[in-house]
């Protein structure tokens, strides 16, 4: 009997389950046992989880987050790391595994591809950033929430002639700040990929209230760094990413401009009653139900990673290729990260006004 196992590292994302469905159910074709470890490569490490069934993962596809658990555990920052991990599949009588996950995740499976154990990646963020794949699931519900969120603003927005910070995820790229605010008409979307200057914002924010709008609606990725302004040091997380949700970047960015717009001589008196507030998305990005495209996504993935294992073809990374999804080359994917084109942004900076 084969056995393989598989694992949801990083942070939650909608699709996640579709995915483990999918695995699952084409690696039941060829008589393949799948061991779901608990809570990401920690799981891996502590030899942790349960064999799944066909029962269980029924119906998995339409629920957000992950029935096996996710953490954000480095197996390279253990020593041991590797050996915990091939003792497990030993004593499991693991062939495999089928590492879902982000940069992070995938990063440490092309680690130990590359000291030979049999790791197929699966592309999971909703930030969009992994290479080598068209799509990472979730980032369609992400966007789609974030856009939702954005669209309900511009009524207290317009209302009170405030302007809004719009905080959206993205640590390395804006994929969903530009998706979601070009969708729901945001007036300035901020990226890391396109710093601005402060000057550069607060003069957009100071044309519409001149004008009869009156209001602004800013999307910014939580990496983004203003071109000319000092950055705040927090720190690293366990894979030497800088900490950013203690910045406050919305938060601090919505001061200065309105501090700025306040006391602006060229407004009038009517500006310092003038008023910036932030709103954090966070979270709520990528918690609930995927939508059908990432089901959809999830399920076609899975598939796919089943049909690698099945196939005894490891060392890859499952992607979306236009209409087909094929194996990909896992040090390439993990490597290259997928940054928003030039092209892309200067179309939607034609709507910054």
């Known amino acids: 009997m084969?056995?393989?196992?598989?694992?949801?590292?990083?942070?939650?994302?909608?699709?996640l389950n579709a995915v483990i469905r999918g695995v699952v159910e084409k690696c039941a074709t060829a008589g393949i046992e799948v061991f779901g470890f608990h809570d990401g490569w920690r799981g891996v490490l502590n030899a942790n989880g349960h064999w799944l069934t066909l029962n269980e993962v029924e119906g998995i596809q339409t629920i957000g987050g992950t029935i096996i658990g996710s953490s954000r555990t480095n197996v390279l920052a253990d020593p041991n790391g590797p050996d915990k991990v091939a003792n497990t599949m030993?004593?499991?009588?693991l062939e495999g595994l089928v590492a879902i996950g982000g940069d992070d995740t995938l990063g440490v499976a092309n680690k130990l591809s590359k000291l030979g154990i049999n790791v197929i990646g699966v592309p999971k963020t909703i930030d969009n950033d992994l290479s080598c794949t068209d799509y990472t699931f979730g980032f369609e519900t992400a966007s789609n929430i974030a856009m939702d969120a954005i669209d309900r603003l511009h009524t207290t927005a317009?209302?009170?002639?405030?302007?809004?910070?719009?905080?959206?995820?993205g640590r390395h790229t804006g994929w969903i700040a530009l998706q979601a605010g070009l969708a729901a008409n945001a007036h300035l979307v901020l990226i890391p990929e396109f710093p601005k200057t402060f000057d550069?914002?607060?003069s957009l924010v100071k044309r519409r209230y001149l004008r009869s709008d009156r209001y602004t609606i800013i999307a910014v990725a939580e990496g983004f760094e203003l071109a000319d302004g000092d950055q705040i040091d927090l720190g690293l997380d366990a894979f030497g990413n800088k900490l950013l949700i203690q910045k406050n970047l919305a938060k601090n960015l919505?001061?200065?401009i309105e501090k700025a717009m306040r006391n602006d001589p060229e407004l009038g008196s009517d500006a310092k009653y003038f008023e910036c507030?932030?709103?954090v998305l966070g979270h709520v990005q990528r918690g609930g139900a995927p939508c059908a495209f990432d089901r959809v996504l999830g399920t076609r993935l899975g598939v796919k990673a089943g049909e690698l294992v099945v196939n005894h073809d490891?060392?890859?990374m499952v992607a979306q290729s236009g209409n087909?999804?094929?194996?990909?080359?896992?040090?390439?994917?993990?490597?290259?990260?997928?940054?928003?084109?030039?092209?892309f942004y200067d179309a939607a900076s034609l709507y910054f006004k």
Not at 90 to 93: G, P, S, W
Not at 158 to 169: A, D, F, L, P, T
């Open 200 to 202: 550069e914002i607060v």
């Open 254 to 256: 919505s001061d200065m």
């Open 158 to 169: 317009k209302s009170h002639s405030r302007c809004i910070v719009v905080e959206c995820m």
């Open 277 to 279: 507030r932030p709103v």
């Open 90 to 93: 030993k004593t499991l009588e």
């Open 2 to 15: 084969r056995k393989i196992g598989i694992l949801t590292g990083g942070g939650d994302c909608p699709g």
């Open 324 to 343: 087909s999804i094929i194996g990909a080359d896992l040090e390439t994917a993990v490597t290259v990260r997928k940054e928003v084109d030039k092209e």
């Open 314 to 316: 490891y060392g890859k």
